[in-house]
């Protein structure tokens, strides 16, 4: 007589059930947890921890956009004529995410043939959710350096840049590499101030329009206390904590009257520049520029400099300290 086999995982209680899903988090894993059992079905949903990792967007036929993995669109809409005009060939059209994150015909890829707001419906007890795009919206030439960080409420409530014409090796430049004493004068007379500017404002409407674009989301899950938008390349991540996602749902939200994107505030602006800066690891960036920001109508506080030196992770978080020590520019911009 065969003896009956046990399974010992039915024998662990709810509670270290959903401990273990918490850790697994992936909303594709969990997703194929739900097909396992009843009792799983019921307990995947009530993860407080999710994250959504999205391989490719599709777009809908109405935008007359394909696009997988980074690869740019040809979009036609006033958005994308927006990002032309401001920031020229820098920046690609950012219809891409407002297919991926809005309601209309978008697809998440492998998870379902729904958009994130959609597929997320039915988990009600999310605290934690971390959505990571296929890539940046940023198209920069290859071999330039840019990065982003920023915070929300219901606007912009800090953001840091940092960017570098180039990621070198150590070897190859040290020779190469001269004193500081032209910097200031090329910084200017080269083009270098109003490149910078340009990165600028493509990060400010890269993170504008990811803020805007997750109104529903938020809405759908009142019990969120940490959000953060990010992306597989790396270069920008959006991040709204407890307090700023209260103040989100409290005001209104200020819309750009030109594009599906966030308005941007005055703005008050430090950046530090430097022609060239050898890195931890056996790497110097050249032309490397830090940029911090702040709206004009919010005072500096010191946690402020905390949320500038903890921007990026190691080799570019001693890049941004060793920036920070360097000469100040300080700039101004209006709201737009």
Not at 41 to 63: F, Q
Not at 188 to 213: C, E
Request: glycine letters at 10%.
């Amino acid at each position: 007589m065969p003896i009956p086999t046990i399974d010992h995982f039915d024998g662990l209680p709810d509670s270290l059930v959903l401990l273990i899903f918490n850790k697994l988090a992936d909303i594709k894993a969990l997703g194929r947890c739900c097909a396992v059992s009843k009792r799983f079905h019921a307990l995947a949903p009530l993860v407080d921890n999710v994250v959504v990792k999205v391989d490719c967007v599709i777009s809908g036929e109405e935008s007359g956009l394909n696009v997988r993995g980074g690869g740019s669109g040809g979009g036609r809409g006033i958005f994308s004529h927006l990002f032309r005009y401001v920031v020229g060939t820098i920046v690609k059209p950012l219809q891409v995410l407002q297919q991926f994150l809005g309601p209309k015909k978008t697809i998440l890829a492998e998870v379902s043939h729904h958009s994130p707001g959609e597929v997320l419906k039915n988990f009600k007890e999310i605290q934690s959710l971390r959505i990571e795009l296929p890539g940046g919206e940023l198209g920069i030439e290859e071999g330039v350096l840019l990065k982003w960080k920023a915070e929300f409420g219901s606007t912009l409530e800090s953001c840091v840049i940092l960017g570098a014409a180039s990621l070198v090796k150590l070897d190859k430049e040290r020779k190469e590499n001269k004193p500081d004493g032209g910097a200031a004068e090329s910084f200017y007379t080269d083009g270098g101030l109003k490149l910078r500017v340009v990165w600028t404002i493509s990060s400010l409407i890269a993170a504008s329009a990811r803020h805007y674009l997750l109104q529903q989301i938020i809405s759908d899950h009142p019990t969120l206390e940490s959000l953060v938008l990010t992306d597989a390349d790396g270069q920008g991540m959006l991040c709204m904590s407890r307090e700023q996602l209260h103040e989100f749902r409290e005001k209104p939200l200020a819309a750009s009257a030109t594009s599906n994107r966030t308005q941007v505030p005055a703005l008050n602006m430090k950046l530090w520049y430097a022609p060239y800066l050898e890195l931890p690891g056996g790497t110097g960036l050249k032309g490397a520029t830090l940029v911090a920001i702040r709206p004009s109508d919010h005072p500096a506080r010191k946690e402020a400099e905390g949320f500038v030196a903890g921007a990026f992770e190691e080799p570019f978080r001693s890049a941004a300290n060793l920036l920070v020590k360097r000469r100040t520019y300080l700039l101004e911009m209006n709201s737009f």
